[in-house]
């Protein structure tokens, strides 16, 4: 299975911005990663086949995941972006555990930048 994601750029706190994730193929439970300078990669939510959703706490409230099974797409709204949301985003699919992120397939990653 093939992961794009797509929808990064730069916006100033307060804003909102859209993530998306083809998927390839079908995929079962999915999920959002996020990886800023200097640190650890973090999980940010994941999403399973049935649409049951999971947040980090520092997410909770202000992102949502969504999916359409349909056209293998996973998205992510993110409202009321922090500067500390700046990070490289990642999609991940199916995984041995859904929070720990150990997953089988990953995609590339795209920028988010939340500034001034």
């Known amino acids: 299975v093939q992961l794009q994601a797509s929808g990064g750029g730069s916006v100033q706190p307060g804003g909102s911005m859209s993530l998306s994730c083809v998927a390839s193929?079908?995929?079962?439970?999915m999920g959002w990663f996020r990886q800023a300078p200097g640190k650890e990669r973090e999980f940010v939510a994941a999403i399973t086949w049935s649409s049951r959703s999971f947040y980090a706490d520092s997410v909770r409230g202000r992102f949502t995941i969504s999916r359409d099974n349909t056209i293998n797409t996973m998205y992510l709204q993110m409202n009321s972006l922090r500067p500390e949301d700046t990070a490289v985003y990642y999609c991940?699919?199916?995984?041995?555990?859904?929070?720990?992120?150990?997953?089988?397939?990953w995609g590339h990653g795209t920028q988010v930048t939340v500034s001034p």
């Open positions: 193929s079908r995929t079962y439970d």
């Open positions: 991940a699919a199916d995984p041995y555990e859904l929070v720990s992120g150990d997953y089988k397939f």
